[in-house]
């Protein structure tokens, strides 16, 4: 431990002896003094090291000593995670709130004033979701590396220049008074959280690990949240790719396999009749990307693809649908709902219900927003999917060396607007951005060609208030009129009511453009291709009470080639349908319907596109142990399920025989994988209608569809013998197809799973991707006639790991089952609750 | 008893006791406080730096049992650890955590110790004087 001797014994009075001086062995002074100070500095070395490590952290372990302090520390997630009935005094409260929640958690808070339900909802939120919440704000205004580093620069810069900040806050300077008051109220909630969550060192135990705090939340921050939604779900790269497309695989083919229309059998669920005008012409092969262009967008969708994922949205996987009284067992109106997402703990969702004496609802929120978004009131119930319509557009702009800083708009040169930031970054220096700004919205790049972005989530927008009508409505003309406001994303919702009536709206903003434009392609940007307007809104997809008594939407176009207006193409980026298709097989049956069939559709997995593709395939190969399989399947993507695996297989081996030749002679830039809904399309409809279609004859091969399908069938057959052994009954779905539920700060030791799922891309239980990690994040299911509302999301009601709410309903979630939605007067009577009052 | 050891005793329960005081009152730091002091007032290095150590030790054990048995730290520390990338190793969290203590409350008491040795004048060996 010690280096100098003379330390050991340092106290030891000489002892005086007399007699002649004798020769010792003890040190001298000289050599004494030089141990002791290499003592002084090997202590002050390893003091400085552990202190060092204590305050500041090393390498990947955070600051040792306020992390790992046991009373104020990340421990404090074990204090944190007991939840006790008690008395709390929240700063700004007009009267005494009470909160009580379930044995699951789920919070059902009473208050006496609207502005006191907010206030509270906020402080329940903060109290359960807080480093979410804080997270989701952080990627919205470009924050994140201010924490986490710089890694997440890139999703910073991307985020400040496409302008979630910038539209946060037109809209909270146009904020309806109603809105903005529980903006107010719900930011005052989340900071009296805040304000005693720090004096009682309990924030969250990834604000410690990471060695900040969270800075108050303020109104609008709930609106980047908002707008964090909106980015996800409707901020689409697709003009980049046709770009891409058209300049590698050619205009041609292009136009042909990625066209306006669908090219394979859906289900719309508006047939019309709608306003008489023309349709919009297809697209024309005219070959017009040049270049520069070329670069820019490969530029662009490069960059994009690089974000993390969640930044761009890349495609749709919802379910809602609704029955008439007429056709429900119960006599009611029957309404299910279950919106796709990335499946995180902590979830997206928190659930709970409010009331006061505005407010009576019920169902989940967004943490950091202060209203529900999905669920019901007294009244009526609604769920939401995302409509896919085209809401993004790229425009190139027109520039001159002669005109530096300008751009050519309507024949004249306007200068770019600018903006800059500033983006602090942990363990760097600050960087620096200036965003340029055109009349079409932010330059994205400038390499090759300056493009700028044109997207309708940055059109403020008062969708909080929209959100606060439709909480409020007691039947479908309030609930239309409040969803008038409603911008982006744009999504199909939902309704049904008690009186029997059923609904269903794609409520959002549809940019109309000038006459000529050819929006799925990067556009000019010098005036004539500029949005002119939306749809007007009684135009818009919808019906109501229609004869059938049954209204679907899973994500497909939700119109006929009839519809007037250009709502996007195909691959840009409606859903191919095949879960439309199935709940609108199952659903027109003819049968009454129960609240039992809802949650049964909810979770099956059969394969719509199987059921269409598999008897053509049984034709075209000989028999075999696995052909065998696949004719007595039920089409049914279960983890037990050879035959899904062999059947899942085949369809990418089927599309990589027609496709892959294509991509490989023409050096498409764009994976074909990312096309497979697409270009899957057209693979279905040919084969169901067109087996000699030239796709098939690559290379001068006169090939059907029948001989690519048995060339797919044989190389799936291989590949499964060498991934699974030769025995066809063992390829169980369950071995190749795994769901994973990840934690959202991405620490992959708090992950669920994965472990072996049913489902894939295309069953209304909807798995995509190997493992899977998106699918239904809320399951809900309303018996009008029966008064009954039952629903589960695969997750918890809290963000920390160590409470039993961290992912208590996941296994429930999994088998299938379902919670009662509870009221607030039968939460306080169940069993397990616990209780909250909230003291002004 | 000696008035020193006397001394010497009170001086480690006080520095004990500021040392749970301390860290229970957010002042993760303070074990190393008390270990600095041991240090510089013990003469004997031997003594005092694993007393300073143990110091240490128990002001971050002693909160840690007590949140044990106030809520049970179990999922706690099995999260903290998979959060570490220690899979659902509960231990290390605890036993890290205990370390860190253990560590504070040593180098304090060390560099006191040293700080002491070296300030002060060294005794006169025999004959010398």
């Not at chain 1, 702009?397 to 309507?410: I, K, M, T, V």
């Not at chain 1, 909080?464 to 999504?491: C, E, K, N």
């Not at chain 1, 992912?807 to 919670?819: E, I, L, P, S």
Request: aromatic residues 10%.
């Amino acid at each position: 431990m010690t280096l100098d001797p003379a330390i050991d014994t340092p106290a030891k009075r000489p002892t005086s002896v007399r007699g002649p001086r004798v020769a010792t062995d003890r040190p001298t002074k000289g050599p004494r003094r030089a141990r002791s100070a290499l003592n002084a500095i090997a202590a002050l070395i390893v003091t400085a090291a552990v202190l060092y490590a204590a305050f500041f952290g090393a390498g990947p372990l955070p600051a040792l000593g306020p992390a790992f302090n046991p009373v104020t520390g990340a421990w404090t997630m074990a204090a944190d995670a007991s939840i006790s009935s008690e008395t709390l005094h929240l700063v700004g409260l007009d009267q005494p709130v009470r909160v009580t929640f379930e044995s699951d958690g789920t919070a059902h808070i009473v208050a006496q004033t609207d502005h006191d339900l907010f206030l509270a909802t906020g402080y329940v939120h903060a109290r359960f979701r807080l480093f979410q919440m804080d997270l989701l704000r952080r990627q919205g205004e470009g924050r994140l590396s201010e924490v986490v580093g710089k890694a997440a620069l890139d999703s910073d810069r991307f985020e400040l220049q496409l302008g979630l900040l910038r539209t946060a806050q037109l809209e909270w300077n146009a904020a309806s008074p109603r809105s903005r008051e529980a903006g107010l109220a719900y930011a005052q909630g989340v900071n009296d959280r805040i304000t005693e969550a720090e004096a009682a060192h309990q924030l969250p135990a990834m604000f410690t690990l990471l060695g900040y705090q969270p800075k108050p939340w303020a109104p609008i921050d709930s609106l980047i949240v908002k707008g964090d939604m909106t980015q996800t779900l409707n901020f689409t790269d697709t003009p980049l790719v046709m770009a891409l497309l058209e300049k590698s695989l050619g205009a041609d083919l292009t136009s042909q396999w990625f066209p306006i229309l669908p090219p394979n059998p859906q289900s719309p669920y508006d047939p019309g009749p709608y306003p008489a005008q023309a349709p919009p012409a297809p697209i024309a092969a005219v070959s017009q990307v040049s270049n520069s262009e070329a670069v820019a967008a490969a530029d662009v969708y490069q960059r994009l693809s690089s974000l993390p994922a969640g930044l761009v949205a890349t495609g749709g996987d919802s379910n809602n649908w609704a029955v008439a009284g007429s056709r429900s067992t119960s006599g009611g109106a029957l309404m299910a709902g279950d919106p796709h997402l990335h499946l995180t703990l902590p979830a997206i969702w928190y659930q709970l219900t409010m009331d006061s004496p505005g407010y009576h609802v019920s169902g989940v929120s967004i943490p950091g927003t202060p209203v529900i978004l999905i669920g019901h009131n007294q009244h009526i119930s609604w769920s939401l999917t995302d409509a896919q319509n085209q809401q993004t557009f790229f425009y190139l702009e027109h520039e001159d060396s002669a005109h530096p800083g300008q751009y050519l708009w309507n024949g004249a040169w306007k200068s770019y607007q600018t903006v800059s930031y500033d983006i602090p970054v942990l363990g760097g220096p600050t960087d620096h951005l200036t965003v340029k700004l055109s009349v079409h919205g932010p330059v994205i790049t400038e390499r090759g060609q300056t493009t700028s972005v044109w997207w309708a989530g940055n059109i403020p927008s008062q969708d909080l208030d929209v959100l606060m009508g439709i909480d409020q409505a007691s039947d479908y003309q309030q609930f239309r009129d409040a969803l008038r406001g409603w911008y982006s994303p744009t999504h199909n919702f939902v309704y049904a009511d008690d009186k029997g009536n059923i609904g269903l709206i794609s409520a959002g903003y549809y940019p109309q453009l000038g006459a000529g434009a050819q929006p799925w392609l990067p556009m000019a940007g010098t005036g004539e291709n500029d949005v002119k307007g939306t749809i007007p809104y009684d135009d818009i997809p919808q019906v109501y009470n229609p004869p059938d008594g049954i209204i679907w939407s899973a994500n497909q176009r939700q119109v006929t080639a009839g519809y007037p207006y250009y709502i996007g193409t195909a691959s840009n980026f409606f859903d191919p349908g095949y879960r439309a298709n199935e709940i609108h097989r199952v659903l027109s049956q003819g049968t009454k319907l129960s609240a039992a069939d809802m949650m049964a559709l909810q979770t099956d997995t059969r394969d719509y596109l199987a059921s269409e593709m598999v008897p053509i395939l049984l034709k075209a190969i000989p028999n075999s142990p696995s052909r065998d399989l696949l004719a007595s399947w039920d089409y049914r993507m279960e983890i037990n399920s050879p035959a899904a695996t062999i059947w899942w297989t085949f369809w990418q081996s089927y599309l990589a025989a027609t496709f892959d030749p294509y991509w490989k002679s023409r050096d498409v830039k764009v994976a074909r994988s990312e096309l497979n809904d697409a270009l899957g399309q057209d693979l279905e409809a040919w084969t169901l209608g067109d087996p000699t279609n030239s796709a098939f004859t690559y290379g001068g091969s006169s090939n059907t569809s029948s001989d690519v399908m048995r060339i797919a069938f044989t190389s799936t057959i291989s590949t499964l013998t060498k991934q699974l052994g030769s025995d066809p009954n063992t390829w169980t779905w369950g071995r190749v197809h795994q769901r994973v539920i990840e934690n959202l700060a991405q620490v992959t030791g708090l992950n669920y799973g994965p472990r072996p799922d049913r489902g894939d891309a295309n069953t209304p239980l909807a798995a995509p991707n190997f493992p899977s990690s998106n699918g239904p994040s809320w399951r809900m299911v309303v018996d009008w006639g029966a008064g009954t509302f039952e629903a589960i999301y695969p997750g918890g009601q809290s963000e920390n790991p160590a409470s039993a709410w961290y992912d208590d309903r996941v296994n429930t979630w999994f088998d299938g089952k379902y919670a009662a939605m509870l009221t607030a007067d039968q939460a306080s009577g169940a069993s397990g609750s616990t209780a909250w009052t909230l003291q002004p | 008893m000696d008035p020193a050891a006397v001394r010497m005793v009170a001086t480690v329960i006080v520095a004990l006791i500021v040392s749970v005081a301390g860290v229970v009152a957010g002042a993760w730091w303070a074990p190393f406080v008390a270990g600095l002091v041991i240090g510089v007032m013990q003469p004997r290095a031997r003594f005092a730096i694993p007393v300073g150590a143990a110091i240490g030790l128990i002001g971050w054990a002693l909160p840690l049992a007590g949140l044990q048995l106030q809520y049970g730290a179990g999922s706690a520390a099995t999260s903290l650890a998979a959060i570490m990338g220690f899979g659902h190793q509960a231990a290390i969290p605890a036993i890290l955590t205990c370390l860190v203590g253990l560590l504070l409350g040593l180098t304090g008491a060390w560099l006191g110790s040293a700080a002491r040795t070296l300030l002060s004048p060294l005794p006169p060996f025999r004959g010398e004087g």
